[in-house]
């Protein structure tokens, strides 16, 4: 964490975007040297990145969704590992902008704008969670997961177990780990990421977005941070499905705007051309430049859903309404099918702009469509188009995972009249 935050949204902008230069500059090299980007990352973070979305009275820039997202897609195109290694952080700044509980929402957005970085620990190794399953640990919320949560004889908490695809937490200052506790209930806590029981293993073998740091994270009686508790109730979770798809489509339409940029490239400085070409030149041939304009409109196809869906969820928010946190889940869900379809065309058609020569490693080309076919099987799109045609037909709407049993704050009427503190 740091001391030398940026005063302003717009000297932030600045540093942000000169940090992603330096990302856009290596990251073909990055890519083929399996080099992860820790000290760039860090940059961001002191160039007051994680702070977007955090509410003014907070000491963040409180930007829009459709904000957040546009710089998403930007520091997409400078390395498509940026957004993702981000994606758990900015999950967890939303769900403390609508958190119930007052003090764990200061504590902890006042930490992000002094430069703290969240780190994500959610998904485990099949093997563990089956295992849990077969030992009839039924959790409740959100399914059965084997990493627990125990408390001493003092009252104190501790966090054991192991995780995979926790991208980011490699990078970060503190983890937002979901644990289940001895009751079976589960919940995210938050625990130090830099902690001696925390280890982060370097086994993420994906074919695409390599420095992610989305492998194994082990925790060995790690113990839960002062305020630990984050996200208990469905308030502080509505609308989160959608977003963290919505990161996946800003970063596909960076990936986007890459192709088109390098494609175009390629094509002015090309010095040969084919046998079969209709002119001397590539740069003048009828069938290269047709290949250009196609990726341009993949392109647009992209930066247009994603406006679209962006400005869907901050809708939802405004109004509140769960209608609306609905539309915006299925139209999130069209754009995830269009513009993945869109981004992994126009990383394929690319190759045929140029020629053999864009097929070497020294091209980097290709880390185009293996890290846009890795993000597109991250929250797998095959079944979006039913959930989609399930609504438009039958009139049913789907159903939010990440709060599904979740309680609600209205449950906590119970706890007041008991005597027991009701934070507001």
């Known amino acids: ?72 897609a930007e520091a997409g195109e400078a390395d498509s590992n940026i957004p993702q290694i981000w994606r758990g952080h900015f999950t967890t700044v939303e769900i403390l902008r609508l958190e119930f509980d007052a003090e764990v929402r200061s504590h902890w957005l006042r930490a992000v704008s002094r430069g703290a970085v969240f780190g994500n620990a959610q998904s485990e190794p099949s093997t563990l969670v089956a295992a849990a399953v077969a030992e009839g640990a039924a959790n409740r919320g959100w399914g059965a997961i084997a990493t627990r949560v125990r408390t001493d004889e003092n009252g104190r908490r501790f966090v054991s177990g192991t995780k995979f695809y ?60 002062s305020h630990g508790d984050i996200g208990r109730f469905k308030e502080s979770l509505r609308g989160l499905d959608s977003f963290v798809q919505i990161v996946h489509l800003a970063n596909l339409t960076g990936i986007a705007r890459s192709i088109v940029a390098e494609t175009t490239a390629i094509v ?111 929250n797998p799109v095959v079944y979006k188009p039913r959930v989609i045609g399930d609504f438009l037909v039958n009139g049913i709407a789907p159903l939010p995972g990440y709060y599904r049993d979740r309680p609600s704050v209205t449950d906590l009427s119970s706890e007041s009249d008991t005597g027991e503190r009701v934070t507001q």
């Open 268 to 378: 002015r400085d090309r010095t040969r051309t084919s046998l079969h070409a209709t002119t001397q030149q590539a740069r003048a041939d009828p069938e290269v430049l047709g290949v250009i304009g196609r990726l341009e409109s993949r392109r647009l196809t992209a930066e247009t859903l994603l406006l679209h869906a962006a400005e869907r969820l901050e809708a939802a928010h405004r109004s509140g309404a769960e209608s609306d946190y609905t539309r915006a889940y299925l139209d999130t869900s069209a754009a995830q099918v269009a513009i993945i379809e869109a981004v992994l065309d126009a990383a394929t058609s690319a190759f045929d702009a140029g020629g053999s020569s864009v097929v070497r490693n020294s091209a980097h080309l290709d880390r185009h469509w293996r890290n846009a076919r890795t993000l597109a099987s991250h």
């Open 1 to 72: 964490m740091t001391t030398t935050q940026p005063a302003t949204l717009e000297e932030a902008l600045i540093r942000i975007r000169a940090i992603l230069s330096e990302f856009a500059a290596g990251a073909g090299d990055r890519d083929v040297n399996s080099e992860h980007p820790d000290a760039l990352i860090q940059d961001l973070a002191d160039a007051g990145f994680g702070r977007l979305r955090v509410p003014t009275e907070f000491d963040g820039f409180d930007v829009d969704l459709p904000t957040l997202f546009a710089l998403l």
């Open 166 to 225: 926790s991208t980011g937490a490699r990078f970060a200052d503190y983890i937002r780990a979901a644990v289940v506790d001895a009751a079976g209930d589960r919940g995210f806590v938050v625990i130090p990421a830099r902690h001696p029981g925390v280890t982060h293993v370097d086994d993420w073998d994906g074919i695409g977005q390599r420095q992610t740091g989305s492998g194994t994270t082990r925790f060995d009686d790690v113990p839960v941070e």
